[in-house]
């Protein structure tokens, strides 16, 4: 059994979001920074804790697809199937926005990215509250995407009125966006429903954005980032790089591919990578956050494969390595 909310935080969450406040929530995906997604006040306090830039988007959560039409404008046939097929789940639709939708929470777009969380706390407390959340991850701009309810009170502190601990989150990276305004739906972020999951539910192929192509990041402006600055090297280099920055003075945590378990590395600090990209996408985060705690000041990592929740995971260590 996975460790719920003491009763009464539920509703004393909901009064926190009724009351303009800003709640710390546990999605199967990551933690949230949640607001009222219809009161642009408590809306505007998001971006301001986290140091967002007004113009990105946030996510609005809400209780359940039979949801979707109160806040979409259109739901397009295709929209419909997917939500009914991932929802809750680890799926961002984006739709029209419909009214009841502040531009606040959208950064000034006509639409607006709607998602049902699978996670029982999520869920009770959209029951409870009845209205949208809007929330974006529980962390600063640009840094790592909080897992567990400790790292959304370190890393927020007081900005955040009130968190609900719902245990360690199940996917651990963020959900798969898709835009589905249209017919002829594209993924605009991979995340936690797989390229391969969409396909077979759309039964055609999807237009993705690759991201590990190009092995050596340059492109992709720093995000999901460490304090460490993060290096990607070819698997098979990675003892050898981090060795080496190691021996230059840097103090050096790895990611270990799982071809090399078990090899002993001259090194601050090793991290494990999982076998399973499911196993993996669940500790990436925390990984670099440990890494962090432990001081080290360089991490040296390789990019999976791009099947399944590969393709998420190589998309969060490309950014993290990007340009700061
Ligand atoms: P985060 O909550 O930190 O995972 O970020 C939310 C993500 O959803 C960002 O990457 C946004 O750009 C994306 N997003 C939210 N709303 C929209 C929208 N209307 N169109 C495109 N992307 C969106
Ligand atoms: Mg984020």
Redesign the pocket.
């Known amino acids: 059994m996975r460790a719920l909310a003491p009763s009464g935080d539920i509703e004393k969450a909901a009064g926190v979001l009724r009351a303009g406040g800003l709640v710390g929530l546990p999605t199967e995906t ?1 933690y ?1 920074l949640g607001a009222n997604a219809e009161d642009p006040a408590a809306v505007a306090r998001v971006f301001q804790v986290k140091g ?1 830039p007004p113009s ?4 609005v959560h809400i209780g359940g697809a039979d949801q979707l039409g109160d806040w979409a404008a259109d739901v397009p046939e295709t929209a419909r199937l997917l939500a009914e097929r991932f929802w809750p789940g680890p799926l ?1 639709l ?1 739709l029209r ?1 419909g009214d009841r939708v502040p531009l606040a929470a ?2 000034g ?1 006509d ?3 709607l998602r049902v969380p699978a996670h029982p706390v999520a869920l009770d407390l959209l029951a409870e509250f009845g209205g949208g959340v809007a ?3 529980a ?1 600063r701009f640009g840094s790592v ?1 909080p897992t567990t309810a400790d790292d959304v009170r370190t890393e927020l502190g007081d900005a955040v009125d009130f968190v609900l601990d719902g245990g360690p989150c199940q996917v651990g990276v ?2 798969t ?1 898709v ?1 589905a305004t249209g017919e002829n739906p594209t993924v ?2 991979p995340g936690g429903v797989t390229r391969e999951d969409l396909e077979e539910a759309l039964g055609r192929p999807l237009d993705v954005p690759t991201t590990s192509k190009v092995r050596v990041p340059g492109q992709h402006p720093s995000h999901y980032a460490p304090n460490a600055r993060v290096v990607l090297v070819e698997p098979e280099k990675v003892v050898a790089e981090a060795e080496r920055a190691q021996e230059l003075g840097h103090r050096v945590g790895v990611f270990l591919p799982p071809a090399l378990a078990g090899t002993p590395v001259q090194a601050h600090a090793v991290v494990p990578v999982p076998e399973s990209t499911a196993d993996y996408a669940r500790v990436l985060f925390g990984y670099l956050r440990e890494l962090d705690r432990q001081g080290c000041d360089l991490i040296v990592a390789s990019l999976p494969a791009e099947a399944e929740l590969g393709l998420a995971i190589a998309n969060r260590l490309q950014r993290a390595a990007g340009p700061r």
Request: no cysteine; hydrophobic share 35%; aromatic share 0%.
């Open positions: 990551v949230g967002r990105h988007p946030l996510i961002t984006v926005r959208t950064g777009l639409t607006v990215a929330a974006p991850s962390n995407s963020e959900s966006i835009d605009l972020r």
